[in-house]
């Protein structure tokens, strides 16, 4: 589907069902990332069969961090230290995280603002829970000159801070984060034409 990627390609699955999950899962996919806390219950349950990499990638709230924390591989939207404690008191082992970045000042999205970046690191520090992989983020809509930009930053922060994988890149501008070396693109609609 996406030609030439070594990356991983997580189907944001928040578009299909769980038979629709399976028929994907099939064709070689294998990673998928759910953005509501309670849908993804309901579809781990249900796909529990399947050797599924689980990625949270929606906003999380710190009242629901227990409820999925311990089952994920990966949660791509660490931007609060309320969540931050609430990982470290419910987490059973060390929780691989990105860190959401908010880099298009965007006030309706969530993620860490650069200038905060530094302080954020140093208090996450505090949290033997949290393993920190990498950087997130979103591009902004229609504006593919701006999503480039934000998407070069992610990987110059991602170098001066050493938090090596990069989750950046949907349906409409994931080939502008692969020239952008991300290692985790998070893909959706696109998945329809591979079901139809
Ligand atoms: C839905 C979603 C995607 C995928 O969006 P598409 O445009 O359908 O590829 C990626 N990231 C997040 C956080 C999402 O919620």
């Not at 399947?50 to 990966?74: A, M, P, R, T």
């Not at 998070?186 to 998945?191: A, E, L, N, S």
Request: aromatic residues 10%; charged residues 30%.
């Amino acid at each position: 589907m996406i030609k030439d990627y070594n990356g991983v390609i997580v189907c944001a699955s928040k578009y299909f069902s769980c038979d629709e999950i399976r028929t994907i899962y099939q064709k070689g996919y294998h990673d998928f990332g759910e953005n509501r806390v309670q849908l993804m219950v309901e579809k781990m349950e249900q796909l529990k069969d399947l050797d599924i990499n689980w990625h949270f990638i929606g906003h999380l709230q710190s009242n629901k961090v227990s409820l999925i924390i311990n089952e994920i591989d990966y949660l791509h939207t660490l931007d609060r230290l309320s969540v931050a404690k609430a990982i470290q008191k419910h987490a059973k082992h060390k929780i691989k995280c990105f860190i959401q970045m908010n880099l298009t000042e965007e006030v309706q999205k969530s993620g860490v603002y650069v200038d905060k970046l530094p302080q954020f690191l140093l208090e996450i520090k505090k949290y033997d829970k949290i393993e920190l992989v990498g950087l997130m983020t979103i591009g902004m809509d229609e504006d593919m000159i701006k999503t480039e930009e934000v998407f070069k930053q992610l990987y110059d922060l991602s170098k001066e801070y050493h938090l090596p994988l990069l989750s950046m890149g949907m349906t409409h501008d994931y080939e502008l984060a692969i020239k952008h070396h991300a290692t985790h693109v998070r893909i959706g609609r696109k998945f329809y034409e591979l079901l139809n």
